[in-house]
């Protein structure tokens, strides 16, 4: 495993062109990187997510929190919940809850929910866990996350975009993302349009003296120090990823942003899975792990140290920003430049066609055999063939009688 950007095969879009040209019946499998250089809406028309912005929230929820914790961590809990529920209400939000339940608690799922003005039914997951763990304050992980999260719900609010985004903070992320996966599994279950998803899991913490950070086994280190952001997406979400480093290198060009695109689901590579994307992923969507790579540079990790003094605030904003910029690009690029975003249309959306939702491929059902469209262009094409065949046959046999 490598981080992406090696490669490049740049016949490939003439290539699946063509097969749609031929297969009409099947454009809606191909998959064709669609590359937009600029936003539909500049990202200056978003107001700049401040170090002091993210510390103030940060400030207030550090602390040991945990649902599964003692009485004290759980009314920590219920208050970093309430101040979670009463910003997102008062950014004008529709704010709800979805109880998730563990090991005999039960703590909510909040979501403050910003309607689109054109196709609200797609939506995009800003998403973060709330709760910690009895060992330490959590203050990079994860109010750092839910900070970002806060802080991109109150610059989108003041001006929606054509799609909806729900800003999620997850219950029991700590007891193996519980909340998360009770959310994915309703969104699949009921058939959600969802564009993508983020998890913001720990992005507060640097480290710039070389060897301070590590990597997990099979990934070659590409800078001995922990002065980057860490963008992760599994093999369904190469649209996502793409969109993310293009729109963070135009809004916050001085953030380091390393991509890694894991085959699969990263099964072979279990530390990228440890956060609240997965469930998103085991599920169909596009969804990516954002983070400063927790334990494999911050030594506070599920310590007491864990502490609002040990983060880079400049670092937390700049990936607060970066993220926000990714959520404006993916819900307003508009290629055709009809005014509406393709997000809402049937264009392809940074490379992927309207939405990640699981669907049966239209060469298959579920009992293995094929489609009606196959056969018929199958039984057109073989047709086609031997008309051809026929054809030159006909043309060779005149051919030698002259």
Known sequence: MRFRGLLRFPFLPQLLVAAAIIAPGNVASVRVDANVNSPAVPHAAYST?????????????????????????????????????????????????????????????????????????????????????????GADDDASGVA????????????????????????????????????????????????????????GYTCDVPGCQSYPAGIEPPRPTGDFLSIIGNANSTSLL????????????????????????????????????????????????????????????????DTLDTLNLQFAADVSNAALATVVDTLTADTNGDG????????????KVESPQPQISSESKKDGSSSPDVLVFVILAAGGIAALALAGGLYVTVRSRR
């Open 49 to 137: 997510i401040t170090p002091d912005d993210i510390g103030a929230h940060i400030a207030a929820m550090q602390g040991p929190r945990s649902g599964t914790g003692s009485e004290t961590q759980r009314a920590k809990l219920n208050e970093v919940a309430g101040y979670i529920r009463n910003l997102l209400t008062g950014y004008g939000l529709n704010v709800s809850e979805d109880p998730v339940t563990f090991a005999g608690q039960t703590f909510p799922n909040i979501v403050g929910s910003l309607r689109g003005t054109t196709c609200p039914e797609k939506t995009f997951i800003v998403g973060t866990h709330y709760d910690g763990v009895s060992a330490g304050p």
């Open 148 to 203: 970002a999260m806060l802080e991109i719900a109150r610059m989108l609010s003041a001006q929606p975009l054509q799609a909806s985004v729900d800003f999620a903070a997850f219950s029991f992320e700590e007891a193996g993302m519980v909340g998360s996966t009770q959310m994915a599994e309703v969104a699949r279950s009921t058939g959600r349009d969802l564009v993508g998803m983020f998890s913001l899991e720990m992005v």
């Open 242 to 305: 793409n969109g993310f480093a293009s729109a963070s290198a135009a809004a916050v060009p001085g953030l380091i942003v390393l991509p890694l695109e894991v085959p699969g689901n990263g099964e072979t590579l279990p530390d990228v899975r440890r956060s609240d994307h997965a469930p998103f992923w085991d599920r169909g969507y596009q969804a990516l792990l954002v983070t400063d790579t927790a334990n494999l540079r911050n030594p506070n990790y599920h310590q007491a140290g």
């Open 340 to 351: 509406r975003a393709d997000v809402c249309g049937t264009a392809a959306v940074g490379g």
